[in-house]
């Protein structure tokens, strides 16, 4: 066995081993970047251009925020006097999520929104974008709320040189508003509005209905074009509530931050300024809304009083003109005091179990539990009973504020209204249980107030009468004192209170939301490099050709690459006879060193070249491998095995000669077929005429003869069989030959069928196999310089 039976029976047993991925083969990836770097050229300025673009043209989103700190109030124990003024409240919010719930609230935001200008949306048009202006436009736009306006449609403005604008309005139809009501009014049709008006003058239509002004030191550029949008306010509500956010500074931190965005900077900042402003207020009248009723409550009270104290004061004197009376004696005087205090803690009482009676029937029966007001009746037995009203006052605030943002089974409204029922129930027991103490008590105040009576009928009558005008007047003057007494503490009480919450920082522009030039940029490089890569990787996915040397070490690794022709770009057919000095005549000697090396000692005489197809260059081949033998002096015999498409015949010109066909079927000898080409040291066997059974002539003794022949008279004898992938016949040749030579061509060979092809052959224990790698370009061989240089004006590449 030589060297190349060696070499090639070694590699055979792991012909289908993968000695490396070719997916992170790092050299590979670098060769293919450098390979296509011209797609990176194209795909990197593209990206980064329309990132550019997109920049230019994009209107931004800004983010812009403000801080809010919850400072909550305090849990107060209620005494007498905390009820009296209305200030027994239980706390703002129990937690901060239950606030920022509230926050968002469309009762909340409508207040802010209503609050505002944003009605009107004035903008200007730009070439490709346009660019709202907000209180920088230079007019104004009155809106006459009693006539209903066209909602969410560009009415364009274009101010004339002479003073004059034009107005236009074109749309397929549209929604009607009432500013007046805030109530939908109607729909409008196809409308194609199109006038001409004075500044100030009053535009005037079924669908809309306004005046232009124009603000005063405002120049305004005839070239530019301006247009409005009317909004309503139900629809600016819904807009600013889906862009506001709202979040703690950490968790369990009272601290909050709101925050909104939107593509007009002093919008967002003014609304935030006014939601903040919003929430603050309606946190204080939340806390002053008890002390509010309850001053109402005294100063209705001390009108009572205050009419029946001056018609007793008046009886009183009267009774003393008439009947000359200066005064009772001591033991009257202390009898009248006595039934005065009596009367006068019976007459509290009544008024208590009054307004709890009062409570109890109507508790049920309203769900507005903001009227059960807490009048001065209370006392500290009754402190559980003013505490659970206050506490069900705050809940029923509390879900209705929630009611016009919040669907019914939102869980936390369910919560709510789960204690609001369980408050009640409390409250309802609380009541009984009161009410049942006061009766204990006004029967004792009764009994002792018989007794007083009692004694007072043995006085006179002239001082007993006298006696009931006076108590009368003391009971009237110690409540309209007292009543006058609660009203100042009162008032002094909700003047003074304050916001639980506090505004820490107001609000401002806090960041850039889109476009984010930075990230943007970065991701339009990645996209740069990322889209020729995903073709390249593309690319060499789905290709299934052979391409050059790694391919077929990663499909074939088992099998030794003799030689690498590059490609043929002249028309010459023997290029070691028509160009001796180029770079595909070094290819080829390449191949012929490589083969006596690997035949070592012992001589080299059959060669056969095989491929899995046509067209793959391996006659191309056999007739240069012949050339480069026969140049080195042996003497070289090429034979036209490929009985089916004998393309040597006409290479060689022997069209009408007897050929192996004549031969195989005894019309020739062996000497007959032999013919002497122009080229020293070269003969050529033709194929002859093209035989219906290729196949059964190859079989036979005469082929036996014929290699016997062949192997006594010449050096090297180079076969040109036919593509094994398609016919049997190179495999019948193939147990003849020292070398098979399997030709593969470059971007042509198909990657399966050459190793199915090349997988039988080595199953079927061919010996001597070797690869050619044709048709290759000079950058996949590695020439470069060095060739350049080297062959100089003699290269035909």
């Known amino acids: 066995m030589n060297n190349f039976e060696e070499e090639t029976h070694s590699h055979n047993p792991q012909i289908r081993k993968e000695t490396s991925d070719n997916l992170f083969d790092i050299n590979r990836l670098i060769r293919l970047v450098l390979k296509y770097w011209y797609l990176y050229l194209i795909s990197l300025p593209l990206c980064l251009g329309a990132v550019f673009l997109y920049h230019r043209y994009t209107v931004p989103v800004y983010k812009a925020s403000a801080t809010l700190m919850l400072k909550g109030s305090e849990q107060k124990s209620f005494s007498q006097a905390d009820l009296m003024e209305g200030f027994g409240l239980s706390p703002e919010m129990r937690s901060v999520e239950n606030q920022s719930f509230i926050i968002r609230s469309r009762n909340i935001i409508k207040k802010a929104i209503d609050r505002l200008d944003f009605g009107v949306s004035y903008y200007q048009k730009g070439r490709f974008k346009d660019s709202e202006l907000y209180h920088s436009s230079p007019f104004v736009i009155e809106i006459d709320s009693m006539h209903p306006q066209l909602l969410n449609v560009p009415i364009g403005i274009r101010f004339l040189a002479d003073g004059n604008v034009v107005i236009t309005v074109s749309c397929d139809g549209g929604t009607l508003h009432d500013y007046k009501k805030e109530a939908f009014a109607g729909r409008v049709g196809v409308l194609d509005y199109h006038t001409r008006v004075r500044t100030g003058e009053k535009v005037n239509d079924s669908a809309f209905a306004f005046t232009i002004k124009r603000k005063p030191n405002v120049n305004v550029d005839s070239e530019a074009s301006y247009y409005f949008i009317f909004k309503s306010h139900q629809q600016l509500t819904s807009e600013y509530r889906g862009s506001l956010g709202v979040s703690p500074y950490r968790e369990g931190s009272s601290i909050l931050f709101i925050s909104s965005v939107g593509t007009s900077r002093g919008k967002i900042v003014r609304f935030l300024d006014e939601l903040c402003e919003v929430i603050l207020e309606n946190n204080l009248d939340r806390k002053n809304d008890m002390a509010t009723r309850s001053i109402a409550f005294i100063e209705s009270q001390l009108e009572t009083v205050s009419d029946t104290l001056e018609k007793v004061q008046n009886q009183m004197s009267s009774y003393r003109k008439a009947n000359r009376f200066m005064g009772p004696s001591e033991f009257s005087e202390k009898l009248a005091d006595k039934y005065y205090d009596t009367e006068s803690e019976l007459k509290m009482l009544k008024m208590r179990i009054e307004y709890y009676e009062y409570l109890q029937d109507n508790i049920s029966a309203s769900g507005d539990f903001e009227q059960f007001l807490l009048p001065a009746v209370s006392s500290e037995n009754t402190n559980l009973v003013n505490e659970l009203v206050t506490q069900l006052i ?57 007794t007083i009576i009692q004694d007072m009928e043995r006085l006179p009558e002239l001082e007993r009468d006298y006696l009931i005008i006076d108590r009368t007047y003391k009971l009237n003057d110690a409540i309209y004192t007292f009543l006058l007494q609660k009203h100042s503490e009162t008032q002094i009480s909700k003047a003074s ?67 690498m022709v590059v490609n043929n770009k002249s028309d010459a057919e023997n290029v070691i006879v028509q160009l001796p000095h180029s770079i595909i005549s070094e ?33 191309f081949c056999a007739q240069n491998i012949a050339s480069v033998f026969a140049v080195s002096g042996k003497k070289t015999v090429i034979v036209g095995f490929d009985l089916r498409k004998p393309r040597l015949t006409a290479l060689f010109d022997l069209q009408n000669k007897a050929g192996l066909s004549n031969y195989f079927i005894g019309q020739n000898s062996v000497e007959d077929i032999v013919y002497e080409t122009e080229q020293d040291n070269v003969w050529v066997v033709p194929a002859g005429p093209i035989p219906p059974n290729p196949s059964e002539l190859i079989v036979g003794d005469r082929t036996d003869d014929l290699y016997r022949y062949l192997r006594e008279r010449f050096d090297v004898v180079v076969i040109d069989s036919p593509p094994i992938g398609l016919v049997a016949d190179a495999r019948l040749l193939m147990h003849y030959s020292d070398c098979n030579l399997f030709v593969v061509r470059s971007n042509y060979t198909v990657k399966d069928h050459m190793v199915h092809t090349v997988d039988n052959l080595i199953s079927e224990k061919v010996d001597g196999l070797g690869l050619i790698l044709n048709d290759i370009s000079m950058s996949d061989k590695g020439y470069g310089y060095y060739t350049a240089e080297y062959y100089g004006g003699q290269t035909h590449v």
């Open 394 to 450: 705050e809940l029923q605030k509390e879900l209705e504020l929630l009611k016009g943002s919040a669907q019914t089974n939102n869980q936390y409204v369910v919560t709510l209204s789960s204690k609001i029922d369980v408050t009640v129930d409390l409250l309802n027991k609380s009541i009984n249980q009161v009410l049942h103490n006061f009766g204990l008590e006004k029967s004792k105040i009764e009994k002792e107030m018989a």
């Open 497 to 563: 209170n304050v916001p639980d919450n506090e505004i820490i920082d107001n609000a401002s522009i806090s960041a850039l939301v889109s476009p984010n030039k930075s990230s943007d940029y970065k991701k339009g490089l990645m996209l740069g490099l990322l889209i020729p890569s995903v073709f390249i990787a593309l690319k060499e996915f789905l290709n299934t050709k052979v391409r050059g040397k790694d391919d077929l070490k990663q499909l074939v690794p088992g099998l030794p690459i003799l030689g």
């Open 587 to 619: 290819s080829f000697r390449s191949i012929r060193t490589k083969l006596k090396f690997m035949a070592g000692s012992k001589d080299l005489k059959v060669i056969t070249l095989t491929s899995s197809n046509t067209g793959e260059g391996k006659t």
